[in-house]
């Protein structure tokens, strides 16, 4: 399939790498683009050969928000009965192998949004959060009082919304909306790095923490813990686990089979 407004690419170390591409209008979030990003997540999700992927907008920008011009023409009938990029975004959230955000530049509004989507988020010295949409008379809509609000707490994530402020890549890191901050012009292959180490990881064990981790934000903390007992009891039957211990104390790296 040829994408208009993404690229994707398959590296040789497990590793996926959708790379939003209209950078034109600073990787604004259209329904097309979102189509291509949904696609390309659902054929990493399906390729065993692919470990982790990593989501981008380049090194200039990130994405600076929803197709203005495109929800201008919106209104709440065909909003609402067309459920306006909900089938785009579940995709996202719905994805069984671990996606790293690489944020340089403008990460605002739906780019904000879909940063938070992904498992790990990382930027570099660039970057700026924030949600806008106060500003054009609307709020955010693909999680931004949600996902914001758990990842940084209420008393932040009210200011952000309510005011339209962005921060920068340290007050990120700071509130907690990144996992580290990178040299300007490093965050993809840095990124590129991380998703390279899970992906040679003992990958049914990775699907097991990443849905017990997601868990832990949907549950209560007993509920969560009965549920991480569990996996992990799951884990002692792969030949991963095996191997994983006989690598450990025989002083080797591991070779994991996935199974």
């Known amino acids: 399939m040829d994408n208009k407004y993404i690229i994707v690419e398959k590296l040789e170390n497990g590793v ?12 604004a979030l259209c329904t097309a683009l979102l189509d291509e990003v949904s696609k ?33 023409k919106l209104d709440f009938a065909s909003a609402y009965t067309s459920e306006f990029v909900k089938k785009e975004w579940l995709t996202l959230e719905k994805h ?29 010295t660039t970057a700026k ?41 340290n007050e990120a890191k700071s509130f907690g909306l990144v996992s580290f ?5 490093t965050v993809i292959d840095e990124a590129i790095k991380i998703a390279s180490k899970i992906a040679s990881m003992s990958q049914p064990v990775v699907r097991l923490i990443k849905e017990s981790i997601n868990n832990a934000y949907e549950s209560s903390l007993q509920a ?3 549920s991480e007992r569990k996996s992990f009891y799951t ?16 002083k080797r790296k591991a070779s994991f089979l996935n199974k």
């Open 129 to 169: 959060f924030g949600q806008p949409e106060i500003k054009i008379g609307t709020m955010p809509g693909a999680g931004g009082t949600q996902r914001l609000t758990r990842a940084i707490g209420k008393s932040k994530s009210m200011h952000l919304c309510l005011t339209g402020d962005m921060i920068d890549a």
């Open 96 to 124: 069984t192998k671990p996606i790293i955000a690489a944020v340089a530049g403008f990460a605002l509004g739906g780019g904000c949004e879909m940063s938070l989507l992904c498992d790990i988020t990382i930027c570099d």
């Open 235 to 250: 884990t002692l039957a792969l030949e991963d686990r095996i191997e994983g211990v006989n690598a450990f104390v025989e």
């Open 40 to 72: 390309a997540i659902n054929d990493f999700d399906s390729d065993e050969l692919i470990g982790a992927v990593v989501l981008t907008g380049g090194n200039k920008v990130f994405a600076a928000g929803a197709d203005i011009k495109e929800l201008a």
């Open 16 to 27: 996926g790498v959708i790379t939003l591409n209209r950078p034109e209008v600073y990787n």
């Open 181 to 185: 901050v990178y040299e300007e012009g």
């Open 224 to 226: 969560g813990l009965e």
